[in-house]
């Protein structure tokens, strides 16, 4: 839906992490006070956005299915996202898609190519709750698409009859 504005390297803070003056759309603004500040006012209207995108669009979905998460959080806020979004457009969410314990975090992996080889076959879908459904595919944010892209191919091995997919805002590139 969105693309970061801009992201400007500003160098490393006293503890080594890496610092930038980032400036976002309305959209990746809304994700990053969803994700990063709990922010119940963000998360409504983040989901109207949604709502409003995905039925200008004509996406008729029978389900929604979140990207699942990187790493395990007590909250996780794509699927806080989703199950607002499914609430709005009275449509059920699956979030049994799951990420095979032991796949290798990929935040300080750059390339397309070694991102797609460390999530080949690392994802799985509960056919059951997907085959013959037109699927609305959700993810908060992308990087080099390697994560949607083997979610996607998971699905249609499922047998979704049609896939949709939604991605809210874009994060920095290296």
């Given at each position: 839906m969105?693309?970061?504005?801009?992201?400007?390297?500003?160098?490393?803070?006293?503890?080594?992490?890496?610092?930038?003056?980032?400036?976002?759309?309305?959209?990746?603004?809304?994700?990053?006070?969803?994700?990063?500040?709990?922010?119940?006012?963000?998360?409504?209207?983040?989901?109207?956005?949604?709502?409003?995108?995905?039925?200008?669009?004509?996406?008729?979905?029978?389900?929604?299915?979140?990207?699942?998460?990187?790493?395990?959080?007590?909250?996780?806020p794509?699927?806080?996202?989703?199950?607002?979004?499914?609430?709005?457009?009275?449509?059920?969410?699956?979030?049994?898609?799951?990420?095979?314990?032991?796949?290798?975090?990929?935040?300080?992996?750059?390339?397309l190519?070694?991102?797609?080889?460390?999530?080949?076959?690392?994802?799985?879908?509960?056919?059951?709750?997907?085959?013959?459904?037109?699927?609305?595919?959700?993810?908060?944010?992308?990087?080099?698409?390697?994560?949607?892209?083997?979610?996607?191919?998971?699905?249609?091995?499922?047998?979704?009859?049609?896939?949709?997919?939604?991605?809210?805002?874009?994060?920095?590139?290296?």
């Amino acid at each position: 839906m969105a693309v970061a504005a801009s992201s400007e390297f500003l160098g490393y803070d006293e503890f080594g992490h890496e610092q930038f003056n980032t400036k976002r759309t309305e959209v990746g603004e809304l994700v990053y006070r969803v994700k990063y500040r709990r922010d119940p006012n963000a998360l409504k209207e983040l989901v109207d956005v949604v709502a409003r995108f995905v039925k200008s669009k004509n996406i008729a979905a029978d389900v929604i299915v979140p990207v699942p998460p990187t790493r395990a959080r007590q909250i996780q806020p794509l699927f806080q996202i989703a199950d607002a979004l499914g609430d709005k457009l009275k449509l059920p969410v699956d979030k049994t898609a799951v990420k095979k314990s032991g796949t290798a975090e990929l935040k300080d992996v750059w390339t397309l190519e070694e991102r797609a080889r460390i999530l080949k076959n690392a994802i799985s879908v509960d056919k059951g709750a997907v085959a013959g459904k037109r699927v609305l595919l959700i993810d908060d944010l992308v990087r080099s698409g390697a994560t949607i892209n083997e979610v996607a191919k998971q699905l249609k091995a499922a047998g979704v009859d049609k896939l949709y997919v939604v991605v809210l805002t874009e994060t920095r590139r290296k």
